[in-house]
Nanobody, 119 residues
Framework: QVQLVESGGGLVQAGGSLRLSCAAS????????VAWFRQAPGKEREFVAR????????YYADSVKGRFTISRDNAGNTVNLQMNTLKPEDTAVYYC????????????WGQGTQVTVSS
């Protein structure tokens, strides 16, 4: 049973930083992509960033490029999202998701963690 558990959300002032973590378990992820999505109130869920588990290749949404960094912890099955220079528009529930590189849809999702950026 694959489980993705997010942590690290909270309240921060604009310009501040937060680090989100996604602990993955239940299988080997060598042929998987792990991504972060977010959903703000009244808006559709949007892609934030993703990382290839095996190649560590990363890809970012334009809205976070240069401010957010996604990485994988070699010591454990954890994917982190370092968020710097946060803006009020970054306020959302952030979700960790995973899919096989052979699939187009993300099949595993975490429960989400709230990030609130005050102005």
């Amino acid at each position: 049973q694959v489980q993705l558990v997010e942590s690290g959300g909270g309240l921060v002032q604009a310009g501040g930083s937060l680090r989100l973590s996604c602990a993955a378990s239940g299988r080997t992820f060598s042929n998987y992509l792990v991504a972060w999505f977010r959903q703000a109130p009244g808006k559709e869920r949007e892609f934030v960033a993703r990382i290839s588990w095996s190649t560590v290749y990363t890809y970012y949404a334009d809205s976070v490029k240069g401010r957010f960094t996604i990485s994988r912890d070699n010591a454990g099955n954890t994917v982190n999202l370092q968020m710097n220079t946060l803006k009020p528009e970054d306020t959302a529930v952030y979700y960790c998701a995973a899919r096989s590189i052979y699939q187009t849809e993300y099949t595993y999702w975490g429960q989400g963690t709230q990030v609130t950026v005050s102005s």
